[in-house]
Nanobody, 125 residues
Framework: QVQLVESGGGLVQPGGSLRLSCAASGRTFSRYAMGWFRQAPGKGREFVASISMFGVRTLYADSVKGRFTISRDNAKNTVYLQMNSLSPEDTAVYYC??????????????????WGQGTQVTVSS
């Protein structure tokens, strides 16, 4: 079992930045690939970014490439999402998730075994 707790969400103006954190329980954090997804009101869950077990590989959605950076610190059991140049279209609940394997389907929610409860990000002036 892995429990995930997101933090760092909030209200930010367009063009601003936020850093989300996701803390994982347990001693097996490095065995999991991690991902970030988001869900805006009335929309499905959308892939944002993922990172492999030791951070060697990353994957980004085209909509965030060049603006968002995913990273992890296995010593702290934490994965991060640095978000820059935020726009109102980035407004959503952001979820972190853990997957037992890295593969070609990291962009699919069904790949992930554990999910956090989500943190709200609102981009508005």
């Amino acid at each position: 079992q892995v429990q995930l707790v997101e933090s760092g969400g909030g209200l930010v103006q367009p063009g601003g930045s936020l850093r989300l954190s996701c803390a994982a329980s347990g001693r097996t954090f490095s065995r999991y690939a991690m991902g970030w997804f988001r869900q805006a009101p009335g929309k499905g869950r959308e892939f944002v970014a993922s990172i492999s077990m030791f951070g060697v590989r990353t994957l980004y959605a085209d909509s965030v490439k060049g603006r968002f950076t995913i990273s992890r610190d296995n010593a702290k059991n934490t994965v991060y999402l640095q978000m820059n140049s935020l726009s109102p279209e980035d407004t959503a609940v952001y979820y972190c998730a853990a997957a037992a394997a890295w593969g070609a389907t990291m962009h699919l929610p069904s790949t992930y075994d554990y999910w956090g409860q989500g943190t709200q990000v609102t981009v508005s002036s």
